[in-house]
């Protein structure tokens, strides 16, 4: 039991017919967001840096990058099957698993709710320095969060491990969801009132920002859920199911292409969604 990380490591040996099956899912599943991933991820961090878009997406910049690490996570935990040389440097990138893509989104729902909710507020801190600073510190936040994971993988503390992951992963989903639903709120209401065109834009533009919000909420929810259930049911029975681990692998994965892709919509360069 004390085998199973975030990325469920290797089983024992004897395992059964269901369990090797599991574990080749969740093998193709990595590998293909190590084949997927890197690609997408990398197109989009060209398109901020060369599109002068790095103020607007800076915080999206960070969880592009932070993704390419948890891509790289997936490759070492595939090779690590028949190595275990990469061991301690997967158990480090599992900080950016657990960490890293949930802090970024946190920023980016503030963010988003300042401007929606607090547009005074928003102006005062819109200056690229703030959102360095911000980014910074959530930096630094991801590194200790690294060095954590690396201790507590490597010394096979799995009910420390569950408690570290569960709790992260539960109060940033709260945080944002607090800001998405007063996000979605304001938007909902109506604004001054204003006649033609110019109302008829307004209205289109909060229709295309609330579908937006709502997508995020959604694929948060996807997320982070599963997981957070499956590490209560661990720290409660001290048992881990492989399948529920599996499956809430495959949801946070999955899930991580959401927002690349509505990305590259907003910037036309996905082709199948582009009008």
């Not at 103020?55 to 960070?62: G, I, K, M, R, T």
């Amino acid at each position: 039991m004390n085998n199973y990380t975030l990325y469920v490591t290797k089983p024992e040996a004897s395992v059964s017919v269901n369990s090797t099956m599991l574990q080749t899912l969740e093998t193709c599943v990595l590998a293909i967001n190590f084949l997927v991933g890197v690609p997408t991820h990398s197109y989009v961090i060209w398109l901020i840096v060369t599109g002068r878009g790095i103020l607007s997406e800076f915080f999206f910049l960070n969880v592009s990058v932070c993704e390419l690490g948890n891509c790289l996570n997936c490759l070492f935990f595939v090779l690590n099957m028949w190595t275990s040389r990469l061991f301690v440097i997967e158990c480090f990138l599992k900080g950016l698993v657990i960490t890293g893509r949930p802090l970024f989104q946190c920023l980016m729902c503030v963010e988003r709710y300042l401007a929606v909710v607090h547009p005074v507020t928003f102006l005062k801190y819109k200056p690229l320095r703030y959102r360095v600073i911000c980014s910074a510190a959530a930096w630094i936040i991801c590194l200790s969060s690294c060095l954590c994971c690396m201790f507590i993988v490597v010394l096979s503390v799995l009910y420390v491990f569950m408690w570290f992951l569960s709790m992260q992963f539960l109060v940033f989903l709260s945080i944002n969801l607090l800001c998405c639903v007063a996000v979605l709120r304001a938007l909902k209401q109506s604004g001054p009132g204003e006649r033609g065109r110019e109302r008829g834009e307004e209205n289109h533009m909060k229709r295309r920002a609330f579908h937006l919000i709502l997508i995020t909420t959604l694929n948060m929810i996807t997320t982070y859920v599963p997981y957070i259930l499956s590490g209560i049911f661990v720290i409660m029975t001290t048992r881990v199911v492989y399948g529920l681990w599996v499956t809430g692998l495959i949801c946070y994965v999955l899930a991580g292409f959401v927002q690349p892709v509505v990305f590259l919509h907003r910037a036309g360069q996905f082709f199948c969604l582009s009008s």
